[in-house]
């Protein structure tokens, strides 16, 4: 394999697989480096159309296996169906000076293929907040930046949603959504009668609810509400890496794919003052390889591109690459998932619902968006529904097969509402992750210490979104009216960001407004670890617009041979 790229790729989940796509629709050769094994789409997702009885544990894994694996059983969606994309927690230790989960998905795709494929937009209100509240730096970009790359993206992954007209979650090129059901109908309705500026509809999803061409070109078909999309689709109906991007980049030609290859650190090289390539180890072998390239895009997932660039030491950079004011590691973020509410609503008995949509419905965020209304900073978005239970749980000394069995499964029971908050958090210098000075993995990596945490701001927070959840239930007709604090961890929400901020003053951030390191030009950080702030929204369509937005500008630079 030669070892001379124009551009190397460290990482294949979601902003990697843009990166790949743009950079290799734009002529550049480029290398994928993934640390995981190979996923194929299709081929690769042994899962895909199981049914549940024809899994040896029903869906669940065993007690051993929970007790070898405390920390990555917590993720959403894990079970005996999805596990074979995500990590297992002795393989990949790392040491937390305070409680975090750290949630993985290593192979070739990342977590695309387990993502929950919420896709708001950020709102100008989210860019502008940090700094007019006095709680973060200025972004060096807008929403107007962002949201022609934006447009770019939503069309070629396909997002489903409905034009809303609202400013807290500005709307997109959106794929027809999904629909609300009738309690979801009447939740709307309540809200807009009783609580001016709250507005509940159906979120914007990476499903693709009716394809354009551009989707059927990808190879990828209508999304066939199974609801089962963590195990891999073999339709293509939600976005993945693998179905979409970088199989896209495949076809242009100019794409390499290195699985196995863990990147160790970046080389800097003191004479041309830009980086010449990567250091990796082949996972199986432990072989070290260099890899050379005029470009480097850095989108490992927020956390691990943070230890890349720690560990990428030179003279010039003793502590890390670009890190001349140990700002590299610190503000690192996440979003508030804590707290939780619901109740029964009974009037709607007759009704139904068909299939299983693949989606929730949001409550866009209300708060701190022209003024400070509250006594914390920030917002936050709710996600929401209503459902069905069962009339009754077949007790399991009954008969588990027969007429009355499945009659008895089929009776459905109450309507229920549940919500949950994805709250913004404030980007701390104390919030930190940094190299372990003594623990290495298997690969002579220096482990990541993390040390993040809540605070004050996020008990508030947690507060009125219980005390503001309970009163808009009760307007809805609830009763059974139940909430929690569930004290989670951070990392458990999966939207880590931050470490290596984008800014406007190279003094107080390491990434200009193209991502790109303010000291070491050639290397562009695109993933979670290049957010300013955290907003409310869910991250990863940004990650993918930003990288979209990089990738074009550093193609550009390339060819003009500024790079
Ligand atoms: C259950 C779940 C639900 C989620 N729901 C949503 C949602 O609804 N909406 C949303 O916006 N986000 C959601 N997320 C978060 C989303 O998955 C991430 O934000 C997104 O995947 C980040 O993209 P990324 O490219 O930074 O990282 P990833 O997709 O994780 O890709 C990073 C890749 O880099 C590789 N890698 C890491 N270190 C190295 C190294 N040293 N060398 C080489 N390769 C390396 C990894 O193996 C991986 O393949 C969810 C995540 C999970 C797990």
């Excluded at 609202?166 to 809200?191: K, R, W």
């Excluded at 970046?266 to 250091?279: L, R, T």
Aim: proline share 5%.
């Amino acid at each position: 394999m030669e070892n001379q790229f124009d551009a190397i790729v460290i990482g294949s989940g979601i902003s990697g697989g843009w990166a790949a796509k743009e950079l290799c629709e734009k002529g550049l050769k480029t290398l994928v480096l993934e640390r995981g094994r190979d996923v194929r789409h299709i081929k690769d997702y042994p899962t895909m159309t199981m049914n549940p009885w024809d899994f040896e544990h029903r869906g669940r894994m065993t007690k051993a296996f929970y007790q070898e694996n405390p920390l990555i059983t917590k993720a959403a969606g894990y079970g005996e169906d999805t596990a074979h994309f995500f990590i297992k927690d002795a393989d990949h230790p790392y040491v937390q000076e305070k409680p975090f989960d750290w949630i993985r998905g290593y192979q070739v795709g990342g977590k695309s293929l387990i993502w929950g494929r919420a896709c708001q937009r950020w709102s100008e209100y989210e860019f502008k907040a940090p700094e007019k509240y006095g709680y973060g730096i200025e972004w060096p970009i807008n929403y107007n930046d962002i949201a022609p790359w934006y447009s770019h993206v939503e069309k070629f992954i396909g997002v489903c949603g409905n034009k809303d007209g609202i400013e807290a979650m500005p709307d997109g090129e959106f794929l027809p959504p999904f629909e609300l059901n009738c309690v979801e109908e009447h939740m709307q309705a309540t809200l807009k009668e009783h609580f001016p500026g709250r507005y509940l509809v159906q979120g914007r999803w990476a499903h693709l609810s009716k394809p354009e061409q551009v989707h059927l070109d990808q190879g990828r078909g209508k999304c066939q509400c199974r609801n089962l999309c963590m195990r891999g689709c073999p339709f293509g109906g939600y976005f993945s890496s693998n179905s979409s991007t970088l199989p896209w980049a495949e076809k242009t030609g100019n794409l390499t794919i290195r699985p196995f290859s863990v990147v160790h650190s970046i080389i800097y090289d003191e004479a041309s003052g830009k980086a010449s390539g990567v250091k990796v180890i082949d996972t199986n072998t432990k072989e070290e390889i260099v890899y050379n390239a005029r470009i480097i895009f850095v989108n490992a997932s927020a956390l691990n591109s943070n230890l890349i660039l720690l560990n990428s030491k030179s003279e010039r950079f003793p502590n890390g690459l670009g890190n001349d004011h140990d700002l590299l590691g610190r503000y690192v973020s996440f979003h508030n998932y804590r707290a939780g509410a619901g109740g029964a609503i009974k009037g709607f008995e007759d009704h139904y619902y068909y299939g299983s949509r693949p989606s929730e419905c949001i409550i866009a965020n209300y708060r701190n968006l022209k003024e400070q209304d509250t006594d914390f900073v920030g917002g936050y978005t709710i996600f929401t529904g209503a459902y069905r239970n069962r009339a009754e749980e077949v007790p399991e000394d009954a008969p588990q097969l027969g007429a009355d069995f499945k009659h008895r499964l089929s009776k459905p029971g109450d309507w229920r509402i549940y919500m949950y908050m994805q709250g913004e958090t404030i980007p701390k210098p104390s919030n930190r992750v940094y190299l372990s000075e003594d623990k290495t993995d298997d690969w002579g990596i220096p482990l990541l210490v993390t040390d993040v945490g809540y605070d004050e701001n996020d008990e508030k927070m947690v507060a009125d979104f219980l005390e503001e959840s309970q009163k808009m239930l009760e307007q809805m007709g609830c009763a059974d009216l139940y909430s929690y604090d569930s004290k989670q961890a951070p990392g458990l929400d999966i939207h880590e960001m931050g470490g290596v901020r984008m800014g406007i003053d190279p003094k107080t951030s390491l990434l200009n407004e193209f991502n790109q390191m303010h000291q070491c030009k050639n290397v562009f950080v695109t993933d979670g670890a290049c957010m300013t702030s955290t907003g409310n929204q869910s991250p990863s369509i940004l990650y993918m617009a930003l990288t979209a937005r990089a990738a074009n500008y550093a193609a550009e630079q390339f060819k003009n041979n500024v790079l």
